[in-house]
């Protein structure tokens, strides 16, 4: 029998959330070697869960770092402001049960410590003064924390 969740969208087979999925969630940190590593992980471990979860990604920051020309770099910019792309803007937007969580990756190593910019911090406080969730992820243990939450309050 299909299970219908609020908004009308059928999904064939009802999710399985249960406790024994807890323990299935723990990822070891040193499985991730950079920043990029990490947001991998963290979609790929929400993709697991068959579709419960809305993932929505910054395509533009990744992609300048392939673009050595200035010129070709400066207009890959102007071309994805007009389109709506901020600096500082988050690297995922996860949606769940209708809540977006707004989601930047940070990586730690033991040179330094990934830290926010200054667009980041910007773009935190506009997203909490309108009441979303604003998250900085620097682990997997950080997304396994959030996602047993999300999970346990769904279960209730």
């Not at 009308?8 to 087979?13: F, L, P, S, V």
């Not at 723990?26 to 068959?50: C, G, I, P, W």
């Not at 990756?105 to 309108?130: A, M, P």
């Amino acid at each position: 029998m299909p299970y219908k969740r609020q908004l009308g969208i059928t999904i064939k087979n009802k999710p399985k959330i249960s406790s024994k999925r807890k323990t299935q969630t723990k990822l070891v940190r040193d499985q991730t070697q950079n920043e990029a590593e990490l947001q991998k992980a963290v979609v790929s471990k929400l993709r697991s869960y068959n579709g419960l979860f809305i993932i929505y990604n910054d395509p533009v920051s990744p992609a300048l770092k392939y673009i050595t020309n200035p010129q070709a770099r400066m207009g890959f910019i102007q071309y994805s402001k007009n389109r709506g792309w901020e600096k500082g803007s988050s690297d995922l937007v996860i949606i769940w049960h209708g809540k977006p969580t707004f989601l930047e990756l940070k990586f730690d190593t033991t040179k330094h410590k990934g830290k926010l910019s200054e667009e980041q911090i910007n773009y935190r406080k506009r997203v909490e003064y309108f009441g979303y969730d604003w998250q900085c992820w620097r682990t997997m243990d950080d997304c396994v924390t959030w996602l047993n939450k999300q999970l346990e309050e769904f279960e209730k």
